[in-house]
């Protein structure tokens, strides 16, 4: 039976796969943690910081863990404003998880990449799979190098350690945690609350999101597929849709006619021109037949709905 431990489940990602994940496996086989407590969590919860081995060690071996999903990490922005930490962090704990994994035999490790490992010279348009990445921010810097570790900890241990290249995640669960994709919450909190935004993107700042709920199935779908049939090893494209700060308020003004939105882009604007408009993930759908479920309507209808009801 599947034993689960979360690494950085307080983030944005943890809680909402810590739920999907009890459905298949039993909540008694999930196991919460982060470096601070996990407040009000119906899970079992354990202290970890990612860049120490011993307390990593300790509680694989406490709860008899299985499969690791590490979603430690310091986002884009975060990770400008404390370039040296977002190194440490992304670097030093995924190395520490990958070494403690190989010494533990564990099964399965999943490991985020993203959208920011690729850079100004990447196709931009329908970024394939296999192309130029030369990321200027110290967190896609950090998810470059962080895929070719995966990759070598596979072809060198025999780790099954897995990877999706996330879009822009949109989630109401928890708020914005320092990433330049996260307008795409904090939008539709300062829509409902005051009926105004200023973006920190440019009108037509056109980014690849997700949103959470087939964020979590195509995690879930890459780490149940079978192993054969596998083709990347460093971090799968991964697509939902694509749009700009204009289109998504042009959808919300369709349920708060009054929603005004203006713009002072600030130095996010040049992490998010670094990035990609759209992605090829024809590799995810051909290996493991991914297909996202959340055009731009359904998320603004859901997440309007859902922060509604928690104001
Ligand atoms: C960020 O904006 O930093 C993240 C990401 C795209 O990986 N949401």
Redesign the pocket.
């Known amino acids: 039976m599947e034993k689960i431990l979360i690494l950085g489940a307080g983030g944005q990602l943890g809680k909402e796969l810590a739920d999907a994940l009890s459905k298949v496996y039993g909540q008694s086989n999930i196991i919460l943690s982060d470096i601070k407590p996990i407040e009000n969590s119906e899970f079992v919860t354990e202290i970890v910081d990612v860049l120490n081995s011993e307390q990593i060690l300790t509680v694989l071996k406490k709860h008899a863990i299985t499969h690791i999903y590490h979603l430690a990490a310091i ?3 975060a990770g400008e404003k404390n370039p040296a930490l977002a190194w440490n962090i992304n670097m030093n704990g995924l190395l520490n998880v990958l070494e403690v994994a190989v010494g533990l035999q564990i099964k399965q490790v999943f490991w985020p990449s ?3 490992a690729f850079g100004p010279n990447t196709p931009r348009v329908n970024t394939p799979q296999f192309c130029i990445m030369d990321p200027n921010t110290m ?1 896609g810097i950090t998810k470059l190098t962080g895929e070719r570790l995966c990759e070598y900890y596979f072809l060198k241990k025999g780790l099954d350690v897995r990877s999706l290249r ?4 949109i989630s109401y669960a928890t708020p914005p945690g320092g ?4 307008y795409a919450i904090h939008i539709f909190h300062e829509a409902l609350k005051h009926q105004k935004y200023t973006c920190f993107l440019s009108e037509n700042t056109e980014l690849p999101m997700i949103y959470m709920p087939d964020a979590v199935r195509a995690t879930m779908e890459l780490m149940q597929a079978p192993k054969e049939k596998i083709s990347v090893r460093s971090s799968y494209n991964l697509a939902a849709i694509s749009f700009t700060p204009k289109q998504i308020a042009q959808e919300i003004q369709k349920h708060i006619s009054q929603f005004q939105i203006n713009y002072q882009p600030d130095f996010r604007q040049s992490i998010a021109d670094s990035w990609p408009k759209s992605i090829d993930d024809s590799f995810a759908r051909k290996d493991w037949n991914w297909k996202h479920e959340y055009n731009l309507p359904e998320i603004v209808k859901d997440m309007l709905f859902h922060i509604q009801k928690s104001l």
């Open positions: 986002l884009s922005a993203s959208i920011a967190y996330y879009p822009g995640i990433g330049t994709t996260d």
